[in-house]
Nanobody, 126 residues
Framework: QVQLVESGGGMVQAGGSLRLSCAAS????????MGWFRQAPGKEREFVAA????????YYGDSVKGRFTISRDNAKSTAYLQMNSLKAEDTAVYYC???????????????????WGQGTQVTVSS
């Protein structure tokens, strides 16, 4: 059974940085893409970033481009989200996600992902 466990969330001042981690287990991590999404209070869950199985392709939501970086370490079965220049509007619960299959048609679409972590809270104070 695939399990995804996020860590690294917390509270930070605006302009600060955090790095989220997503530890995966239950299957061969290196064969699958990974994604990060977030959900702020009262808002729909939105796409943040995604990375291909090799790390060679990355995608970002418009609101985080240039500030966030997604990466992965296949040897550690872990994906990361480095968040810099954080803003109050980045406050949300952040979820990592993985697709059920190795196929990856629309990385930004939530329906592409069949496995989700429990989420980690990120709070940015202004």
């Amino acid at each position: 059974q695939v399990q995804l466990v996020e860590s690294g969330g917390g509270m930070v001042q605006a302009g600060g940085s955090l790095r989220l981690s997503c530890a995966a287990s239950g299957r061969t991590f290196s064969r699958y893409a990974m994604g990060w999404f977030r959900q702020a209070p009262g808002k729909e869950r939105e796409f943040v970033a995604a990375i291909s199985w090799s790390g060679g392709r990355t995608y970002y939501g418009d609101s985080v481009k240039g500030r966030f970086t997604i990466s992965r370490d296949n040897a550690k079965s872990t994906a990361y989200l480095q968040m810099n220049s954080l803003k109050a509007e980045d406050t949300a619960v952040y979820y990592c996600a993985a697709p059920r299959t190795t196929g990856w048609v629309a990385p930004m679409r939530q329906s592409e992902y069949g496995y989700w972590g429990q989420g980690t809270q990120v709070t940015v104070s202004s």
